[in-house]
T-cell receptor, first 116, second 117 residues
Framework: DADVTQTPRNRITKTGKRIMLECSQT?????MYWYRQDPGLGLRLIYY???????NKGEISDGYSVSRQAQAKFSLSLESAIPNQTALYFC???????????????FGAGSRLTVL | AQTVTQSQPEMSVQEAETVTLSCTYD???????LFWYKQPPSRQMILVIR??????QNATENRFSVNFQKAAKSFSLKISDSQLGDTAMYFC??????????????FGSGTQLTVLP
């Protein structure tokens, strides 16, 4: 099984629909992140969480919300999807106690979302 | 805020040859990490190599090596003996290690590398 699992892998939805992307990890890492990838823009940070009670906005949080249900689970929601939220979404984890490896992110396989 | 620039959207190289991907970054910090991630068509993000800014020695991982020029804020990736499996999008990324930082990565826009048979 993958260390970081994202569901769904692909999703097509319509404008105005609520969408949830889920992420679970077996790494035991405290820190979890949601990134968005767009062509020509690389990956941009949406939200991140240092532990279950900690949620922080990233560079492009407008239109998104997150929930950290447990150490292992971090979900991203689009309350009312719009076409410019069409993108590839990545969940990632890191271990702050890993010494020089603390800044290394482990990524999920990505969730491709298309908003029509 | 940090920025990462990859000025080569696309590159190609013949199999078995060497190619260098460029990356520059801007930061006011003295200690940080730099990374190269690879994204093949499977879209999985895979760590290729990382460099700690306080280490003068350039990092190497098998056929992959970096040329880290701290004063110039440059961090290029050299791939030797290119293989067809190296075909992928390559992202350069920066991470602060200052206390209190979120440790999130700031990514460049990527370079699509195609290895030609």
């Amino acid at each position: 099984d993958a260390d970081v699992t994202q569901t769904p892998r692909n999703r097509i939805t319509k404008t105005g629909k609520r969408i949830m992307l889920e992420c679970s990890q077996t790494k035991g890492h405290d820190r979890m992140y949601w990134y968005r990838q767009d062509p020509g823009l690389g990956l941009r940070l949406i939200y991140y969480s240092f532990d279950v009670k900690d949620i922080n906005k990233g560079e492009i949080s407008d239109g998104y919300s997150v929930s950290r249900q447990a150490q292992a689970k971090f979900s991203l929601s689009l309350e009312s999807a719009i076409p410019n939220q069409t993108a590839l979404y990545f969940c990632a984890t890191s271990d702050p106690s890993a010494g020089s490896g603390a800044n290394v992110l482990t990524f999920g396989a990505g969730s491709r979302l298309t908003v029509l | 805020a940090q920025t990462v620039t990859q000025s080569q959207p696309e590159m190609s190289v013949q199999e078995a040859e060497t190619v260098t991907l460029s990356c520059t970054y801007d930061t006011s910090e003295n200690n940080y990490y730099l990374f190269w991630y690879k994204q093949p068509p499977s879209r999985q993000m895979i760590l290729v190599i990382r460099q700690e800014a306080y280490k003068q020695q350039n990092a190497t991982e098998n056929r992959f090596s970096v040329n880290f020029q701290k004063a110039a804020k440059s961090f290029s990736l050299k791939i030797s003996d290119s293989q067809l499996g190296d075909t992928a999008m390559y992202f350069c990324a920066f991470s602060s290690i200052s206390s209190g930082s979120a440790r999130q990565l700031t990514f460049g826009s990527g370079t699509q590398l195609t290895v030609l048979p």
